[in-house]
């Protein structure tokens, strides 16, 4: 197959599930957990944890359950211990707000803290947690260069090849057999990537949104979540909601 | 029942009980009030709570209201505002308003003194807040109004001076959510209005004494505490509650006397039976005219549209002055009207009624409707209930009607007249209903009606309840607690239960006691809870009510820069099985489908006369047991047969000479292998929500037994599952055991959509997820995407919780049809009979018509999408 038959750099299904793809030349692995895997710096990223939305929203008289947080450093904690991974990414908006930190609960706070245990723990900020955890273990910074990629939260305006970013909570949606699938979802045109939010409770922005547009030199592709694995739609294939 | 047999001494009759007054007024309209009419005034003179049975037509609704207007008639002038007397609950807005005019009439005629509004989430703010302060005499409202009105501070002052509450179609209403609500609203205002009577209205029932019992307020025997505001006179309806309900083998209106009561209110407590209503039965109307339509073309063999007899329907709808022509679903309505329309030679002005059109539309029907200048409506279960249209003189049932009762309720919408019979015909869609509406006729002609049992108050509406009272004033949780025990549906509610939904509407009842210090209802110092600011109860006040909706969309006439025109709305599932460019059937036209946005469907018209997509769907009710029972009777019985079409009559024997009939308890297995598939096909006869369970369990084991099925399907009368490899060497006792409702059943439960659909109820009516915020009502689908969000945690991390426990209760009883599917279990053991059948059998045909129709929804239908779609990108990648 010629250059043109592979627009988005996509090599293969993995057999763990995820998608390998390349971005902005970088191999990276689209994991169906929602997490990014950065083989050669043997980097695990994830974007949006949300920490302590259910008691944010308890807070305000809403009883929502309060085991998000322990539900998603479980998840987490899965993956790093299928990955090993050297450094851990936490690609912004990690606290729900300001005041998460002081509602964590203290089994919760302890697990943050042993997944720190023997590699680097790095929180990139966000615009909920601007200014990084203050009890809890890792590093703070605001973004990160990585094997020629630059990890930040926001994505920035325009064209941005090599960047990966959070923040927009991507999904998709795709219609057939009578039925219709919302997902989280990556997205990527081979040259920038945002990854779904990993947070048990953060929702979710249909990426034919106008959120994301501008963002792509071309139609980009969703790569949508599963239980078992993750599939890649391509644009035209994706409905609104 | 025997007219003789009820209500009045010839003493008591008419000039007894009625004032001058109300005799000159039936007099001078020529009429005689009716027995049952002058027994409820009876029945309020005593000081009972009342139940009145009656048919349509019979003066019902005048009868619940007679004994106020007679007191309020009669009543002093005071010099003090006096506070509401009446209240009426109806489970229909329209019918609120509806009786609001038939009252104006005799009250107008008699020049009575009597104020009478109505209230319903329609009136405006203004008036709502008008009748808050000053009350009419008789207030029209329905259950959620009245929950509201439980959440306001001041509801105790406001129905203190309370003496009737009447209660409308309460058949329609006492088994569910709804009716759970209602009941525990009930008992908050005998709290508040002790000397408050209970009066329920009822088409007829099988069961009588359920309704009796939810109606009456069950013993209390705990004395409550002093309420911390204003003391009502609350003695006497203590006592009255204790001592004046009868007991079931007391019944009523013969003897009006206090010879059956219970001895004394040391001796009333749980333990005893249930108190109950007085009955009081109207005349039975003159019995109903039920035809079965033979079409001169042949019965097909599925599908749910009756199209092969459109042009009799047709031809029956010239004869009539006015029908409704009834179906079961909105589809199905959308599908007869333009089938109709489209042999409508002569230009009948006919009309269609559901429950997606917008209010506007079908307020122009109703409209219509009242004048008289309609032949026929084509409507769905939105016309079972409500307003008395005199003109109508036919009923049709387009297929089958599913029960027995429900068929009675809408018979009961022609002539409302009791003196003469009302008129009915059946149309079946197809042989099996062929069979099913033979059985419906029959079971109305002996007026055996089926019906929803009694059941136990869901705590996801208790819930609401507790939370809705701490909105009204502080309360005492052992106060609380009795007064919700008197309410029939929560009588044997444990107090540890109480507490554990207390705990669940204060910090949500995690084992992870994060929220303590989050608490929606507090207690205070003197130990009494209340909600914790106003902010709260306000949010809480949005909320009210058991009504969840689906996620549906509006359907807009797409305009060139915003949407247009509203035309009414629909399931949001429907829209996603659309891709732009589809044509679709709606209020009679076909629209051509041009994409959603936000909550809109937006649609333009379409010059088709054919719409692409014709999805009607099958039945949204199941097949009541007591039909299926008779079905099989009939199926087994060739005399009854005779009654039957040819080709029906054929196809039956067809089937008993290739392979064999179903008998009444027996259940029979045919296999079959057919093209390079193998296939298992049984008939319970239960209905598609037990047998698509038992199709799923089924499914389950048979994998397991390496057998590798690969689809199965469900309807009514049958349940069909195939594979690769045959079947019929299996041990068929072992695979219908009835130990698959076990772990099997729990374990298919937890990962399905059906929980989750579930807990989304659960979740909305409890208030654990809020639908409306102050300034912006959360959208259906948003609202979907995150409880499955709140369900996938909750589950993993305390799947012992309350909300849990409420969704998989729920889905038990109204998704699976657990129970029924029990008894089909335990009626067949050790009597299936086995066929193994070389080909199809002629039974088997309308189940194999209906494969690959169906949608199928579930998480690895869901992966099979994303499949699709990835594969199909893929191939786009390699050929760009």
């Known amino acids: 197959m010629n250059a043109p038959a592979r627009p988005l750099g996509f090599v293969a299904a993995s057999p763990c599930g995820g998608i390998a793809a390349a971005i902005g030349g970088a191999a990276a692995l689209l994991r169906h957990s929602g997490a990014l895997w950065l083989e050669a710096e043997r980097a695990l990223v994830v974007a949006d944890l949300h920490f302590e939305k259910g008691s944010a929203y308890a807070r305000r008289g809403q009883m929502l359950p309060p085991y998000d947080t322990r539900e998603t450093l479980r998840r987490l904690a899965l993956e790093i211990e299928a990955l090993s991974p050297r450094l851990v990414v936490l690609l912004g908006d990690t606290l729900h707000d300001g005041g998460a930190e002081a509602r964590i609960d203290a089994e919760d706070a302890a697990a943050v803290d042993r997944l720190a245990a023997g590699r680097t723990l790095l929180w990139i900020v966000g615009n909920h947690d601007a200014d990084g955890p203050r009890r809890l273990a890792g590093e703070v910074g605001d973004e990160i260069a990585l094997n020629g990629l630059l990890l930040r939260h926001e994505p920035q305006a325009g064209l941005q090849p090599g960047e990966v970013a959070g923040h927009l909570h991507p999904c998709a949606r795709v219609r057939g057999r009578g039925a219709s699938v919302r997902r989280r979802c990556f997205v990527t045109d081979g040259e920038r990537l945002i990854l779904p939010a990993f947070g048990a409770y953060a929702g979710g922005l249909n990426v034919r949104d106008a959120a994301f547009s501008g963002l792509f030199a071309r139609p980009p592709t969703a790569v949508a979540l599963g239980p078992r694995k993750a599939h890649a739609v391509a644009w035209g294939a994706l409905g609104a909601d | 029942m025997s007219e003789a047999r009820r209500h009045i001494a010839p003493e008591a009759a008419a000039d007894g009980l009625l004032p001058p007054r109300f005799s000159a007024w039936f007099a001078g309209r020529g009429w005689a009030p009716r027995t049952h009419q002058l027994a409820m005034v009876d029945k309020a003179r005593e000081g009972r709570d009342a139940l009145l049975i009656a048919p349509t037509g019979g003066g019902k609704t005048l009868a619940g209201f007679l004994p106020s207007l007679i007191e309020l008639a009669e009543r002093p002038p005071r010099n003090a505002a006096p506070g509401l007397h009446t209240l009426y609950i109806s489970p229909l807005k329209a019918l609120a308003v509806d009786v609001q005019r038939n009252l104006t009439t005799p009250i107008e005629e008699m020049g009575l003194p009597i104020r009478v509004e109505s209230r319903t989430g329609d009136s405006s703010v203004a008036k709502r807040q008008r009748q808050r302060l000053d009350p009419p005499d008789i207030l029209l409202t329905t259950p959620e109004q009245l929950a509201l009105f439980c959440a306001w501070e001041g509801s105790r002052g406001y129905f203190a001076d309370l003496r009737h509450i009447v209660i409308d179609e309460i058949h329609a209403i006492h088994a569910s959510k709804r009716g759970d609500l209602l009941a525990l609203a009930l008992a908050r205002l005998q709290t508040f209005a002790p000397q408050m009577r209970r009066v329920g209205l009822s088409a007829t029932v099988n069961d009588p004494d359920m309704l009796r019992r939810w109606l009456a307020p069950q013993v209390s025997v705990i004395e409550p505490s002093p309420p911390p505001s204003r003391d009502a006179e609350r003695g006497r309806g203590t006592m009255r509650s204790m001592v004046e309900g009868a007991r079931p083998d007391s019944v009523d209106a013969d003897a009006p006397s206090t010879a059956s009561r219970s001895p004394s209110p040391a001796a009333a407590g749980k333990d005893l039976e249930p108190l109950l209503a007085d009955l009081v039965l109207g005349q039975p109307g003159a019995p109903p005219v039920i035809e079965v339509l033979l079409s001169q073309n042949k019965v097909p063999w599925a599908g749910h549209t009756a199209q092969h ?12 002055r006015t029908a409704l022509v009834f179906v079961n679903t909105r589809w199905q309505a959308e599908f007869a009207f333009q089938e109709l329309w489209r042999i409508n030679d002569e230009g009948l002005p006919i009309a269609l009624h559901h429950g997606s059109l917008a209010p506007e539309q079908r307020r122009k029907v109703e409209a219509a409707m009242t004048r008289g200048d309609l032949r026929a409506v084509v409507c769905t279960s939105t016309l079972d209930l409500g307003i008395d249209w005199g003109a109508v003189d036919l009923v049709i049932q387009l297929a089958a009607p599913k029960g027995s009762s429900r068929l009675v309720q809408r018979i009961g919408r022609a002539n409302h007249r009791l003196d003469e019979p009302s008129r009915a015909i059946l149309v079946p869609a197809s042989r099996f209903e062929m069979l099913e509406c033979q059985a419906a006729a029959e079971a109305v002609a002996e007026n055996a009606l089926d019906g929803d049992p009694a059941r136990r108050g869901a705590q996801d509406a208790l819930a609401q309840h507790i939370m809705g009272c701490a909105c009204g004033e502080p309360f005492l949780a052992d106060d609380l607690y009795a007064e919700i025990a008197s309410a029939a549906p929560y009588a044997d509610l444990g107090r540890d239960e109480f507490d554990r939904v207390l705990d669940f509407v204060s910090t949500g009842g995690y084992a992870l006691r994060a929220y303590d210090r989050f608490r929606r209802i507090v207690k205070g110092r003197d130990g009494r809870w209340k909600v914790r600011d106003p902010q709260t109860a306000q949010r809480h006040r949005m909320n009210v009510g058991t009504i969840v909706q689906g996620a549906t969309l509006n359907i807009r ?113 045919e296999t079959f292998p057919r093209g390079d598939r193998c296939y298992m096909v049984c008939y319970p006869f239960e209905g598609r929500l037990a047998h698509t369970t038992l199709a799923m369990l089924l499914t389950r084991r048979l994998d397991r037994a390496g057998i590798g099925p690969i689809g199965y399907l469900a309807n009514d009368y049958a349940l069909c599952i195939w594979g690769l490899r045959p079947m019929d060497g299996l041990d068929f006792d072992e695979l219908f055991q009835e130990d698959m409702l076990g772990d099997d059943l729990e374990a298919w439960l937890e990962e399905s959509f059906l929980m989750k659909r579930a807990f989304r109820h659960c979740a909305l009516i409890s208030g654990l997820i809020e639908r409306r915020f102050p300034g912006e009502q959360k959208s259906g689908r948003q609202v979907t995407f995150s409880s499955d969000l709140i369900y996938d945690v909750l589950h993993r991390h305390q799947p012992d919780h309350l909300l849990l426990a409420c969704a998989r209760a729920d889905a038990a009883t109204g998704l699976l049809d657990v129970g029924r599917l029990g008894e089909l279990l335990a009626r067949i053991r050790g009597r299936i009979r086995v066929l193994n059948l070389p080909k199809v059998s002629p039974f088997a045909v309308p189940i194999m018509m209906e494969i690959g129709r169906e949608r199928a929804p579930g998480t690895s239908a869901s992966e099979m999408i994303l499949e699709e779609a990835e594969a199909s990108s893929l191939v786009a990648e390699a050929m760009s």
């Open chain 2, 309 to 320: 007899a459109m042009t009799e329907v047709y031809e029956v709808i010239k004869q009539a």
């Open chain 2, 557 to 669: 006439m797409a305009g060139r820069r915003f949407a247009g025109r509203k035309i009414g709305e629909a399931e949001e599932w429907y829209f996603e099985q659309l891709t732009p460019g589809d044509t679709f059937l709606f209020g009679g036209e076909v629209w051509r489908f041009e994409g959603v946005v936000g909550i809109d469907a937006l649609v333009s018209r379409s010059g088709d006369t054919d719409p692409k997509v014709p999805s009607w769907g099958g039945s949204k009710f199941p097949l009541s047991t007591y039909l299926a029972k008779r079905v099989r009777r009939m199926m087994g019985d060739e005399a009854a047969w005779d009654r039957l079409p040819a080709d029906v009559h054929e196809w039956l024997a067809a089937q008993r000479d290739h392979s064999g009939l179903p008998g009444t308890d027996d259940l029979l297995v």
